[in-house]
């Protein structure tokens, strides 16, 4: 899984360097997005060369990403990040080990173009007070997605009035899955949105894979894991982020 992503920031990524431990991923179309410009550790490594990396690499961004994909290294690396201003978030990596339903809904497909004034709309109200070309480069780094692996797609979940509700992605490479970015709007919270496009999600990748398997990212220190523990996931691994904005 990890090796997963790893690949799918490498293809997607126009400019990937090496770095201390592992490589950088650079995108000057986006650059107030962490995810699109940060740091990659994969092997241990001096944390001060970390820091030094970030602050090189990333001079031109308005933040500092280290990603640790080992959660000893983590932990190890947090005492002097923290001291140098760093916020660490921990992320759990979850690997579908549930069964399906036996009559999962149907997911839609939505195209880029459909999904735009969605994210345009999420990530206003996410982010009140951010200038409209902050939200509008947030919101097209969808059209970048495409690169990352063999399969990208796009699904949603509508109201009875037509409105896209809840959206998620869906990534499959050499046999493995990924499902990502999964949001309910604001005002369509509770409803069982999410439920409904997980079962149909879920359903679509093991028609995509047959066996393979299928995974997750989630934030530790927030709800949705719990919910997608109810859905049939597992923790498998964790990995950190550093953060300093």
């Given amino acids: 899984m990890l090796g997963f992503l790893h690949g799918f920031a490498r293809r997607r990524a126009p400019r990937v360097l090496p770095a201390p431990g592992g490589f950088a991923v650079l995108d000057d179309r986006f650059p107030g997005s962490y995810d699109d410009n940060k740091l990659i550790v994969t ?27 080992d959660d000893r290294l983590g932990t190890t690396y947090t005492p002097v990040f923290a001291a140098a201003g760093y916020e660490r978030e921990t992320t759990l990596v979850m690997t579908f080990t549930g069964g399906l339903p036996e009559a999962p809904p149907p997911a839609e497909r939505l195209e880029p173009d459909e999904l735009l004034p969605v994210l345009r709309r999420d990530w206003r109200h996410t982010l009140p007070e951010a ?18 692996a063999d399969v990208v797609r796009f699904y949603g979940v509508r109201t009875p009035s037509g409105e896209i509700a809840a959206r998620a992605d869906l990534y499959v490479h050499d046999g493995v899955a990924q499902i990502e970015n999964v949001f309910t709007g604001h005002l369509h919270r509770g409803a069982g949105h999410a439920r409904a496009l997980m079962t ?46």
């Avoid at 092997?43 to 961004?61: I, Q, S």
Wanted: include cysteine; proline fraction near 3%.
């Fill in 131 to 148: 200038p409209e070309e902050v939200i509008e480069g947030l919101a097209r780094r969808v059209e970048a997605r495409a690169a990352g």
């Fill in 200 to 245: 149909a999600l879920l359903a679509e990748a093991s028609a995509l894979l047959g066996d393979g398997l299928i995974f997750l990212l989630a934030d530790a220190g927030d709800w949705p894991h719990g919910f997608y523990r109810r859905l049939g996931f597992t923790e498998l691994a964790r990995t950190h982020a550093f953060l300093r904005a």
């Fill in 43 to 69: 092997e241990d490594a001096d944390p001060a060369l970390l820091l030094k990396a970030a602050d090189d690499l990333l001079a031109t961004r308005g933040h500092r990403l280290v990603c640790v994909d």
